[in-house]
Structures are given as C-alpha cells and as structure tokens.
Nanobody, 128 residues
Framework: EVQHMESGGALVQAGGSLRLSCAASGLSFDAYVIGWFRQAPGKEREGVSC????????YYADSVKGRFTISSDNAKSTVHLQMNSLKPEDTAVYYC?????????????????????WGQGTQVTVFS
C-alpha cells in the first residue's frame, strides 16, 4: 500500500522560507508524478508544482514560479518543495499527491482528479 506524508509546514513571516517534504513508502511504481497542491480556506484546491520521475521534468504554477523549487531525493523516496519569498497569500494547507502513470510534466501537471493517492496535508501560514 502506498502511503505518503507531508511535513515541514509552519508559521513563517512574509519573505521567509520553508521546505516541505513528501515522503513516500510502498512506492513500487517505476514512473510516477508527485504533485503539490494547496487549499486556502474557502478556496478550491489548486496545483502548485509537480515532478515527473520519468524524465525529471518539473512544472510550476505562475503564482509560485521563481519562488518555489521542487526536487526529488530518490534514495529516500522523498520530494521536497522549497518555498522562498513567501507571501501571506501562500497561506494554505499543502498536500502532496501521487499520479501512478509515466508522464512528462513539461507542459503542465496532471489534473487534480488524476492523482491516485493523497497525503493528509501540512499547514503553512505566512504572516505579514
């Protein structure tokens, strides 16, 4: 059974940084996509970034491009989301999700409903 868990959420001042981690266990798929999503109170869950294990491609939402970086530590089956220059509007619960099909994400991430497994989320709060 695939399980993954997010960690790293915290309370941080605007302009600060956080690194979120998504640690996967039971991952037996050769190729997959890990996506990061976030959901603020009263808003729809939105895609933030994703990483493809097939070709190492990455993709970012315009709202985080240039500030967030997604990376993979294959040895630890962990995907990180480095978040710099945080803004109050980045406040949300952040989720990682697993898409169990080989896909490149050069042109974009799989849609929200294409992910097979979801973590429980980690809270990020940015105050000004």
């Amino acid at each position: 059974e695939v399980q993954h868990m997010e960690s790293g959420g915290a309370l941080v001042q605007a302009g600060g940084s956080l690194r979120l981690s998504c640690a996967a266990s039971g991952l037996s798929f050769d190729a997959y996509v890990i996506g990061w999503f976030r959901q603020a109170p009263g808003k729809e869950r939105e895609g933030v970034s994703c990483f493809s294990s097939s070709d190492g491609s990455t993709y970012y939402a315009d709202s985080v491009k240039g500030r967030f970086t997604i990376s993979s530590d294959n040895a630890k089956s962990t995907v990180h989301l480095q978040m710099n220059s945080l803004k109050p509007e980045d406040t949300a619960v952040y989720y990682c999700a697993l898409h169990t099909s080989p896909s490149t994400v050069v042109a974009g991430c799989p849609g929200r409903y294409e992910y097979d497994y979801w973590g429980q989320g980690t809270q990020v709060t940015v105050f000004s």
